[in-house]
């Protein structure tokens, strides 16, 4: 199973752009049987996926933060990024990136929270 | 967006119990369903995939199985490290969708 550790600034300002990296250890995110997720949960609430990238670049995001949620992956340093763009309240939540390999299963970095405040 | 109606939303139960928790999925996702269990301050930790495949590491008390579109998580015998939240997700299709979560407390 692969490793993930998240890290950011736990603090943005309303209507700046939110910005996280996952570095992946144990494992090459070049890997063709994985995608590269990302998941936030505000507190005491439920988990909300936010997107996924595969190796090759192809991303799949979900409807309703499409317009504002880009995910990269860069196979140089083993690390995939989320950036969500004109942040406000709503978006505080604890970030987690996980790892979705259909032959092994699923792994998840310890996650990391995000206050939009200013 | 495929809908996974987790179910019951809360249970009480004793140490040594058998419990299980339903998820259904609005429509059919294969076997690409998985659980995960969350305590409190921590990340989601997985327990199964592919409906019954259990992670690497994870006990054997533990088990899933699948019925059409309805899938099971079983605790044979519940431990005290066991009091958590549990959420289903499937994976067969985009937006990715999570179950709204069981709370398992002690009775």
């Known amino acids: 199973q692969v490793q993930l550790q998240e890290s950011g600034p736990g603090l943005v300002k309303p209507s700046q752009t939110l910005s996280l990296t996952c570095s992946v250890s144990?494992?090459?995110?070049?890997?063709?049987?994985?995608?590269w997720s990302w998941i936030r949960q505000p507190a005491g609430k439920g988990l909300e996926w936010i997107g996924r990238i595969y190796t090759s670049g192809n991303t799949k995001y979900n409807p309703s933060l499409m317009s504002r949620v880009t995910i990269l992956v860069d196979t140089s340093k083993n690390q995939f990024s989320l950036e969500v763009s004109s942040v406000t309240a709503a978006d505080t939540a604890v970030y987690y990136c996980?790892?979705?390999?259909?032959?092994?299963?699923?792994?998840w970095g310890q996650g990391t929270l995000v206050t939009v405040s200013s | 967006d495929i809908q996974m109606t987790q179910s019951p939303p809360s249970l009480s139960a004793s140490v040594g119990d058998r419990v299980t928790i339903t998820c259904r999925a609005s429509q059919v996702i294969s076997n690409l369903l998985a659980w995960f269990q969350q305590k409190p301050g921590k990340a989601p930790k997985p327990l199964i995939y592919a409906a019954s495949s259990l992670q690497t590491g994870v006990p054997s008390r533990f088990s899933g199985s699948r019925s059409g579109t309805d899938f099971t998580l079983t605790i044979s015998s519940l431990q005290p490290e066991d009091f958590a939240t549990y959420y289903c997700?499937?994976?067969?299709?985009?937006?990715?969708?999570f179950g709204q979560g069981t709370k398992v407390e002690v009775k």
């Open positions: 996980m790892s979705e390999d259909l032959q092994r299963g699923m792994s």
């Open positions: 997700q499937q994976y067969y299709s985009y937006p990715r969708t």
């Open positions: 144990g494992g090459s995110i070049s890997s063709d049987t994985n995608y």
